[in-house]
């Protein structure tokens, strides 16, 4: 097992229950990175010949390619989740999880909400990571993609950690894959924030979150057919103490294991550097 669960995956029993209930036929994932999440929605999907999934990942990974040749049912488009949507049918459940900032999320939405509306298809919305670190910090996995008024500064090298709203050398961080904004905090600035604003000025929406594994988030409009049955499948998870409580000892636990990993980096570096390399004899 991985020492840090991080995919959406690990929500799996709760996001199939969504989908039987909603018998959703057309899904569509943001953010596939290597196809873990991808693989259970293909499995899911060949028991229906009806179901499509399509996976929108800006650089799709090779997993994710070589799926897709395997599963007809699913198609991978290599384009950032703003191109397409505007471009595809309305579907039945979006899963979001691709760059996780309040620019793209908002957006999102936004691009789901009006194709809803035009087609008179009320959908479910499930976003992961809506917990720390993202719910008020903006990190990039694209940064060039984000308006320069709405990107935060931000850096690829240095990190974060728990309350703590700056940066600080070392700590959870994303090295080359993704940046985090300077600051945490204040207005556009994360992806719970994206949500809260969205729903501000689309009241049509319930919104749960579960938190744990960095949070997931369950959006379901309230025209919905099967509302009443989605939001009684969450309710015991979300707002859970006991949840909450297991996800903040978590990412404690985790802080520190890169702290150590850290030490022990700079360790070997300073031993390295002190041994200097044997003169070779004349
Ligand atoms: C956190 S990973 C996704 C993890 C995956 N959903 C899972 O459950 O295991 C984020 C992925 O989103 C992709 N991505 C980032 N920004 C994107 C965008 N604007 N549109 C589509 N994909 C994006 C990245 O390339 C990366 O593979």
Redesign the pocket.
Known sequence: MALLL????EFWPIIEKILKLSDAKLVT??????A???KALCDWAVLDKACRIIS????P?EQLLALAKDFKQLKVLA????E?LPELPVQDIY?I????NYY?VYSELQKIHEKSVAHGHPVIIIL??VGWPCARRDLY??PS?IPESFRQPFSFDMGITLDNSGLISGGFRGESAFACAEKEGGPRNGILTAIEDFMGQNPVYEFDKIDAVFGLGIMISDQHPVKVLVTDCITSYSGNFLLSTLERNRLELFLRVIALQDEVLELKKSQDSSISPSTPSQ
């Open positions: 991080h995919s959406m995956f994932e943001i953010g596939s990175e290597n873990t999440t991808t929108v990942d800006v650089k990974d384009k950032s989740s703003l397409v899963l999880d691709g760059d996780h793209t992961h990571d996995y694209y993609l």
